[in-house]
């Protein structure tokens, strides 16, 4: 900023003439013993009188970029799809959870509210573009993220222009390997050719599932602090339909239905599992999306759902295509 126009920013902001701005600037200076300018000295003043001269942007982050961890997100998205709450307990503790599908064109996220954010649902409606500010995200179940309101967070209305949710996003259809783009929602009919051979077992939080972090003060969670682990599964490989193969990670409940087991029955082969599953070569129909890898910079099918192949299925969707 030239000093013509820091000077004029000063009197908006002071109420002050010409020449008392001058004036203060020329006594800075002598006050400073002739050291800086007076440009610097203009400066010194707008900070005096409060004149935030340099303006401070939130993160926004478009919602395909949105990875868990974030602690401070300012997000505006399109309200797409609104769920009833679930109502639960646990440890003899009564919760709420309502689940909010965002988009903004790039992809779409899930935004939880727990408990008493659940009353916000009644300031929300389908269509509707949301300024979201205090959020921070976390992993979700099936290798995502997912949006949380932090106890300063909160939305309102938003006149941004937000495109319409990408619906081919959020429908599963039966798709080749080699037609998958980043983003979209798919079903496949798929083999397993690989499964990696790395660490299978993680620690998550017995209350909310999310995942742990190791620290000096043993396993915590960021919503219960420090808390005894529980146990949870990831398996990842490479899968091939004939069109093509790509990387494949399998979350949770989707890896115990691959290996066709629990957790208790998964965890009592903590370390020999892969010597007691048998799943190479074996077709199944996967659910799930596609997304990238930001640490490795590739793209990947997160599954959410495994379905053994039902032959008798296969045939009637066979038909149906000859038919169409």
Not at 29 to 37: H, T, V, Y
Not at 116 to 129: A, F, I, R, S, T
Not at 308 to 322: F, I, P, R, T
Request: hydrophobic share 35%.
């Amino acid at each position: 900023m030239d000093t013509e126009t820091l000077i004029q920013k000063i009197i908006e902001k002071s109420k002050l003439s010409r020449e008392e701005v001058d004036k203060k600037i020329e006594s800075k200076q002598k006050e400073l013993s002739g050291l800086i300018s007076k440009e610097g000295a203009a400066y010194i003043i707008a900070k005096d009188i409060g004149l935030d001269l340099f303006t401070k942007k939130k993160r926004r982050l478009q919602i395909r970029n949105i990875i868990g961890g974030i602690r401070n997100l300012d997000l505006n998205a399109r309200v797409s799809k609104i769920f009833q709450p679930i109502h639960f307990e646990k440890n003899g503790k009564k919760s709420q959870v309502a689940n909010v599908l965002l988009s903004d064109g790039s992809g779409l996220i899930r935004m939880s509210l727990w408990d008493d954010q659940v009353k916000l649902l009644e300031k929300l409606k389908p269509g509707m573009v949301i300024d979201i500010h205090g959020a921070y995200t976390k992993d979700d179940s099936r290798g995502g993220a997912e949006v949380r309101l932090s106890r300063r967070g909160g939305f309102k209305e938003s006149d941004v222009e937000l495109p319409k949710a990408d619906t081919s996003q959020a429908k599963s259809e039966r798709n080749n390997i080699s037609d998958l783009k980043e983003n979209g929602t798919y079903e496949l009919r798929a083999t397993v050719v690989q499964l990696f051979e790395s660490g299978p077992f993680y620690e998550i939080c017995p209350d909310c599932g999310s995942r742990l972090k190791r620290t000096v003060k043993g396993f915590e969670c960021q919503t219960h602090g420090v808390v005894s682990p529980s146990f949870s599964i990831v398996l990842s490989g490479v899968i091939d339909d004939g069109t093509g193969n790509m990387r494949t990670v399998f979350f949770r409940d989707a890896a115990l239905k691959l290996i066709n087991m629990n957790i208790d029955t998964a965890l009592r082969y903590m370390n020999n599992l892969f010597e007691n599953i048998d799943v190479l070569g074996k077709e199944f129909v996967l659910s799930g999306r596609v997304k990238k890898n930001q640490m490795f910079n590739r793209t990947e099918f997160v599954v959410s759902d495994v379905r053994e192949v039902d032959a008798k299925e296969e045939v009637k969707n066979l038909v149906s295509q000859l038919k169409t």
